[in-house]
């Protein structure tokens, strides 16, 4: 399909849920996703997730991606994985790699839920093979079944960092440490718990200064900061290990959106560059539409919720309006409401109610 209704970029949980509510409603539509199985981050999560029961609390991630997946081929919904999108040009139409193969798509809407690029810390010796971003060891050990290493050096006690740190323990791997700069720990408490139930330290106000090794890792130099997060010279460990699991948070993967001409604005409760929208998820070209943790690094819960929305919308700017539209998208809005009302959420709404008008 050349020329579908709507085209979805990005085959996570947002994408997957535009692209089956979109269907459902009666619109042509097509995923492309660069990962040879659909589900984006949530093949790679073994764990069983939190939230409310009707966004699939209890559910192990991976289950979760199947049981997207499922409806996504009851529906029919053409996909073409694994393959990338790799330009929008001028013509509003985009460029797909697939092996080595090069075509272009031009759909009446787009939905992008390309989601988000892990964040990197500059250290010594950082480039030393070992270190990893936490999503890459989660994707050797969960979607690949290879064990990255022996001993774990964990920077960064956000959810991520201690979910990845207790599925290296599952997996046998012992975990020397978690690395935290601030003055206390960033995730839920119930993933702190298990961790500090296991034995593991968790290091505040510390950071990683040093890589050592002669080929690869062998230990990592952590120091104590001050309050200006400088290092404080004579607290100086050694942790022997050999991996270092960098977990200090994700970025929204915009550059297509870039691309397209789409206003992009610098929020930093929304995880950095975000493209502009609105509560309907659509951005400055009216023809573009965001979702996901493209949008605002959150949850895959409010990941489909987003995914909805868009999707319902932009069958409706094909379409016309439709009641059927209307109910889902009232819907998605007042359970992302409810969601977010909680006190972790608060920065979302602040970020969400930032975007500069014009
Ligand atoms: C360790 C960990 C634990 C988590 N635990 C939970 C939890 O318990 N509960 C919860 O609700 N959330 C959890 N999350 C968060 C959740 O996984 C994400 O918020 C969610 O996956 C975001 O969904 P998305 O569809 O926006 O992006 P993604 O899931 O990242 O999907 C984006 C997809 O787009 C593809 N893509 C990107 N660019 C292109 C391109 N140019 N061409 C083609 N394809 C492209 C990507 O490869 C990917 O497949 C966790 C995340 C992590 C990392």
């Known amino acids: 399909m050349t020329n579908p209704d709507i085209c979805v970029i990005g085959g996570g949980p947002a994408g997957l849920e535009a692209a089956i509510v979109a269907r459902e409603l009666g619109a042509q539509v097509l995923i492309i996703d660069d990962n040879p199985v659909l589900g984006g981050q949530l093949i790679k999560q073994t764990h069983k997730f939190f939230g409310s029961k009707?966004?699939?609390?209890?559910?192990?991630?991976?289950?979760?991606?199947r049981i997207l997946t499922q409806k996504v081929s009851e529906l029919k919904i053409e996909t073409i994985n694994p393959a990338t999108v790799i330009g929008y040009y001028d013509d509003d139409s985009i460029g797909v790699l697939q092996q080595d193969r090069l075509f272009a798509i031009k759909a009446k809407r787009y939905i992008f839920a390309t989601g988000a690029t892990e964040n990197m810390l500059a250290f010594e010796n950082s480039d030393l093979p070992g270190v990893y971003g936490a999503g890459a060891v989660q994707t050797l050990m969960n979607v690949y079944g290879v064990i990255p290493g022996k001993r774990a050096l964990v920077v960064g006690s956000g959810n991520i960092g201690l979910i990845v740190s207790y599925q290296l323990l599952q997996a046998g791997v012992e975990v020397a440490g978690i690395v935290e700069i601030l003055d206390k720990v960033g995730g839920y408490y119930v993933h702190a718990a298990k961790i500090k139930r296991a034995g593991v330290p968790i290091y505040l106000r510390h950071t990683i200064v040093e890589a050592r090794g002669k080929e690869a890792v062998e230990s990592a130099l952590i120091t104590q900061v001050d309050d200006n997060f400088k290092p404080i010279k004579g607290t100086e460990k050694i942790i022997e290990c050999d991996i270092i699991l960098i977990a200090i948070g994700l970025s929204p993967l915009c550059d297509l959106l870039y691309q397209a001409g789409c206003r992009i604005q610098y929020i930093?409760?929304?995880?950095?560059n975000v493209p502009v929208h609105n509560e309907d998820m659509m951005t400055s070209r009216?023809?573009?539409?965001?979702?996901?943790?493209?949008?605002?690094i959150e949850e895959a819960s409010t990941a489909m919720l987003e995914g909805r929305?868009?999707?319902?919308?932009?069958?409706?700017?094909?379409?016309?309006?439709n009641d059927k539209a209307k109910a889902i998208i009232e819907e998605a809005k007042s359970e992302l409401a409810t969601i977010r009302n909680s006190p972790f959420e608060q920065r979302i709404i602040k970020g969400k109610t930032k975007f500069k008008q014009g």
């Open 268 to 272: 930093p409760e929304l995880g950095g």
């Open 54 to 65: 009707e966004h699939y609390c209890g559910v192990r991630g991976i289950n979760i991606a």
């Open 309 to 321: 929305i868009a999707g319902a919308n932009a069958f409706q700017a094909i379409f016309g309006k």
């Open 286 to 296: 009216p023809h573009i539409f965001v979702c996901g943790d493209l949008a605002s």
